[in-house]
């Protein structure tokens, strides 16, 4: 219902090695979920980029968007790193929706994460095979998790492009093109040079 989405993301690939996916999807649409959003977005990026630990980071700008808003609003975290040099993916996530490793012939689902009161963030490590693309959404994308598990399954391509665009028809498809929510969505794949 609104034009300014309250999801904000990043994508950054940094000179020692890491590419940095973050999703942020502030409380509901709007100006509001969006400057929540931005905020949560920008200073991780600067606290990345200053040499921070991402937990640290996280805990930080919880604090600094938990006292700003005095528990009023809030926003979901998702980060997902890629070790360029070892394909280790290090998921960092604070409230936000499950996202899938693509593996020729299967999907992979790590259990997702409810909004959690403290700034505690769960933090998974897996490792990934060439060609192996990690998709990352916000809960707008997601319906239900089947659904969004049917959706990848039946992906007949292993090109990012043609799967962020058949993810993004199919979640139009499913709302009938009336979106509930913002939706966002990452694709990346580990290529070997």
Do not use: W
Request: charged share 25%; glycine share 10%; proline share 3%.
């Amino acid at each position: 219902g609104s034009n300014v989405s309250g999801d904000n993301f990043s994508v950054k690939e940094h000179e020692d090695g890491r590419l940095i996916m973050m999703i942020s999807d502030g409380m509901g649409s709007g100006s509001l979920a969006s400057c929540e959003s931005t905020l949560m977005i920008d200073t991780m990026e600067e606290l990345l980029d200053a040499g921070f630990d991402p937990s640290y980071g996280i805990t930080f700008s919880n604090d600094c968007i938990s006292a700003k808003n005095s528990g009023r609003g809030f926003t979901t975290f998702d980060m997902g790193i890629i070790d360029l040099y070892s394909g280790e993916l290090t998921q960092y996530k604070q409230g936000a929706a499950p996202t899938y490793i693509i593996h020729e012939g299967d999907t992979e689902v790590p259990l997702p994460i409810g909004i959690l009161e403290s700034a505690e963030c769960d933090v998974i490590h897996q490792e990934l095979q060439p060609e192996d693309r990690v998709v990352m959404v916000s809960d707008g994308a997601l319906g239900d998790e089947d659904e969004m598990q049917e959706i990848i399954s039946t992906l007949k391509t292993d090109d990012c492009k043609e799967t962020l665009d058949r993810i993004v028809s199919q979640v139009l498809f499913r709302c009938k093109g009336k979106l509930e929510d913002d939706v966002t969505v990452i694709v990346a794949k580990l290529e070997i040079a």
